[in-house]
């Protein structure tokens, strides 16, 4: 797929194209610490390997939910560039000077699945499990921490079962904690990311239905540099990176979209 073809994307790419030359010719030595929303982990560890093939620039990854990376950056966390799960907390850091003004621009685009542990006919049957309030437990991530949280929230709203599943619901800190929970047998069902369903592949248990997009607002993924990395260059050779075409295929095979 193009790439984005907006003048500020623009603006970033030559930015951080030039930062990437730079970084390339001299060997960055320092690695360059990424904090990534729970839900892109999978596809952020096979990006930090395509990476680290193609050049001498180390990437170390920390995940959790959106919020809690928020507050550790506010709080002085050592981090280079920040991966989040929505728009608003990267926008927050922008403006209150935590990140680099104009470095902000959206990566990834997420879908929302609901998972059954057990095998329910396929995505119909899923589907059905939830509207009959067949189970015992459903997952979901905290609303007021994670964006797939309140995408779930809005899908119960659309589909009018919030108040009938209320007592049903439990919640983890992030989608990473939904999908242990329902791994665990801990909860029959829950709200995960598509991309957590499609790594696993043949491996995967049970039956889960991929969330019309209509059913919730778009999960904008963006991803920022942080204010303290503005001159590292090792950095903005990873931000460049994420923008590549060879990124965005590996982030769109993985379950997610990407802007045109």
Not at 116 to 143: C, H, K, M, Q, T
């Amino acid at each position: 797929m193009p790439l984005r073809q907006g003048p500020r994307f623009a603006m970033i790419a030559l930015w951080a194209a030039i930062a990437c030359i730079s970084a390339c010719s001299r060997g960055a030595e320092q690695p360059v610490m990424v904090a990534t929303a729970s839900n892109f982990l999978s596809v952020a560890e096979a990006l930090e390997r395509d990476f680290e093939g193609q050049s001498d620039v180390a990437v170390n990854l920390v995940s959790g939910s959106t919020g809690q990376l928020y507050t550790q950056i506010t709080h002085g966390a050592p981090y280079d560039i920040f991966l989040a799960a929505d728009q608003r907390r990267p926008e927050m850091l922008e403006e209150a000077g935590y990140a680099q003004e104009g470095s902000r621009f959206t990566y990834a685009i997420g879908r929302l699945a609901l998972w059954s542990r057990d095998e329910v006919g396929g995505p119909d049957g899923v589907d059905a499990r939830l509207r009959n309030g067949d189970f015992r437990a459903l997952a979901i991530a905290n609303p007021d921490l994670a964006p797939y949280g309140a995408a779930a929230i809005e899908v119960l709203e659309a589909l009018g079962l919030q108040e009938a599943l209320q007592g049903q619901l439990v919640r983890g800190q992030n989608v990473g904690q939904v999908y242990a929970l329902v791994a665990t047998g801990n909860a029959e069902m829950g709200f995960v990311a598509l991309s957590q369903m499609m790594a696993q592949g043949d491996d995967l248990q049970g039956d889960f239905w991929e969330v019309p997009s209509m059913l919730y607002a778009p999960i904008r993924q963006d991803g920022v540099l942080l204010t303290g990395s503005a001159d590292n260059p090792a950095a903005a050779a990873f931000l460049a990176y994420l923008g590549s075409e060879r990124a965005r295929r590996i982030i769109a095979r993985s379950g997610y979209g990407v802007e045109e």
